[in-house]
């Protein structure tokens, strides 16, 4: 086996696994904004707090999944030199 095609194939394993994390932001993002509207259904007065609450989270959640999609893109289209 050459040491290229283990490099190219190790950089594709590399990339479906930062695909999960991408996975993982989605549906952690679907069960913050569920929690989210449960929660302003039961107190309506609390709804400043909760979504100021869920913007932030929302964001940290889907940073970290733009950071899985950036490098899974970059293993695919750039690999890794050896």
Do not use: C, H, R, W
């Amino acid at each position: 086996m050459d040491s290229a095609g283990f490099i190219a194939g190790m950089s594709a394993l590399g990339a479906g696994i930062a695909a999960l994390g991408v996975i993982g932001g989605g549906i952690g993002t679907g069960n913050a904004t569920g929690k989210a509207v449960e929660s302003i259904a039961k107190q309506p007065e609390a709804s400043g707090k909760i979504m100021s609450a869920l913007i932030i989270g929302g964001a940290l959640s889907e940073a970290t999944a733009i950071y899985g999609f950036l490098l899974g893109l970059l293993l695919i289209l750039f690999g890794v030199k050896g």
